[in-house]
């Protein structure tokens, strides 16, 4: 009697056993590069702002005031970049993707009507996409390190409202590709909020004890207000990308998003 025939086996980019498998590792990663770089091009976004902040400020409370003006602050970005003549969608407001700060710089962006990103990524706690995100700009990631590469490379501009350890360690990471010009790129980086960030991080003991250079403390700005805080970024993103963007020819491609370079040697 003949033997039965095999059974067909699915094709391994379709079997999602191997696919959540530990060898197949480096794809679930390699996917969280590729997923969103597909994305950026088709809604023709070339750069972004990125809003830091807790998820723990809400509307109500004594920190309050941080989420209407991050709100505040994100509306008038957005306004302003939307009117920028470029092909592209330039300086996209894009959060974490979350509640708190997260929530109110996207909510600030649609309010304006504009696209708006979320970067989120499964955590035990706190971590649910808000309404504000854009549809097709609501991305999901499980590797950190994949979704601050997201957040790094696309950024022309990072806003910095008071935070807890997430805020802390995205904000220094930033300081520190800044600081050690690992980024071809400049980064405008405002922090916003300055009796909070002047009483959290002691930035002139850091210079003091030989920790930092007094230079360093020219990597960022600070700001209370929403309109202070635009027209700082709107004077670093002209300089740095508008006025330079007119003297060169356009690109070829104008809807592939500006990922920055990092620098050799």
Known sequence: MPPSPNRREPLAYKNEQFLDSSAAR???????????????????????????????????????????????LARLVTEWS????????????????GP????????????AGGKTIGLNIGLPFEQQPNPYITKNLNFEFHYFFMRKFWFAYLAKALVVFPGGFGTLDELTELLTLTQTRKLEKKIVILLYGSQFWKEVVNFDALVKYGMISPEDLGLFQMADDPESALEILKDGLTRYYLDHDQMLPPPPVLDTPDIAHSRIG
């Open 26 to 72: 480096s794809i679930r990663i390699l996917s969280e590069y590729l997923g969103p770089l597909e994305r950026f091009r088709r809604e023709r976004i070339r750069d972004t702002i990125v809003f830091f902040g807790s998820a723990r400020i809400g509307e109500e409370g004594p920190m309050a005031r941080y989420y209407s003006e991050a709100q505040e």
């Open 82 to 97: 939307d009117s920028l003549p470029q092909p592209a969608r330039r300086f996209v407001v894009t959060t974490g993707g």
């Open 100 to 111: 708190g700060i997260m929530e109110a710089a996207n909510r600030g962006a649609h309010d």
